[in-house]
């Protein structure tokens, strides 16, 4: 059973440039959501996907944008990257619908802003 | 005030050694609730549930006070791969988005 998947695993880009983050969540999941973790924090809750939507958003600036596709995969993107946007990007998934609510993330994908 | 605020730690303790880790949350219109275990650099992945009626899982012992809006987390007889960052972490929504408290690291030594 393959579990919640991310790529790239390591990025770095520059001020100013545009981000894409992809997740492919756990088999039978259909919900994904994606958390920013700053260094020494905990993750904090960015947007989360729901039948190819977004259903809710936290506190988080318009620069920050997803996408689900049929699959249920998903993709987080930010634009005018701004130095404060290094952390770990972590996605997770879950399936509300059948009951779980626990949600398992994936690995992160860690990105780097010079 | 934080939604979620745990120990500040770190806590460092010997093999063999019970601990327990404190969280407290501010919404009390919270309805799960759960502790993570995060190594260096890695996800955080769930360690258990928390119900209010208390749940147990080997050395681990979590319990929920919904009146009183905290929730602790007691490990037995440490292990040295108990090393990690324990998260506490609530849900307030039906849609079970979570939200994180800043963690509390464990050192467990020899």
């Known amino acids: 059973d393959a579990g919640v998947t991310q790529s790239p695993t390591h990025l770095i880009k520059t001020r100013g440039q545009q981000v894409t983050l992809r997740c492919s969540p756990k088999s039978g999941h259909d919900t994904v959501s994606w958390y920013q973790q700053a260094l020494g924090q905990g993750p904090q809750f960015i947007f989360q996907?729901?039948?190819?939507?977004?259903?809710q958003r936290g506190n988080f600036p318009d620069r920050f944008s997803g996408h689900q596709f049929p699959n249920y995969s998903s993709e987080l993107n930010v634009n005018a990257l701004l130095l404060g946007d290094s952390a770990l990007y972590l996605c997770?998934?879950?399936?509300?619908?059948?009951?779980?609510?626990?949600?398992?993330f994936g690995p992160g994908t860690r990105l780097t802003v010079t | 005030r934080k939604e979620v605020e745990q120990d500040p730690g770190p806590f460092n303790v010997p093999e063999g050694a019970t601990v327990a880790f404190n969280c407290t949350y501010s919404?009390?219109?919270?309805?799960?609730f759960f502790w993570y275990r995060q190594d260096c650099r890695k996800e955080p992945k769930l360690l258990m549930s928390v119900y209010s009626s208390g749940n147990e899982d080997g050395r681990f012992t979590a319990q929920l006070n919904r009146a009183s809006q905290y929730i602790s987390l007691l490990i037995r007889d440490s292990k040295l791969s108990d090393s990690a960052t324990y998260l506490c972490v609530v849900s307030n929504s039906g849609y079970s988005t979570l939200t994180f408290g800043k963690g509390t690291m464990l050192l467990v030594s020899p």
């Open positions: 996907y729901y039948e190819e939507e977004e259903r």
């Open positions: 919404n009390s219109a919270s309805q799960s």
């Open positions: 997770a998934s879950s399936s509300p619908k059948r009951g779980s609510y626990e949600q398992y």
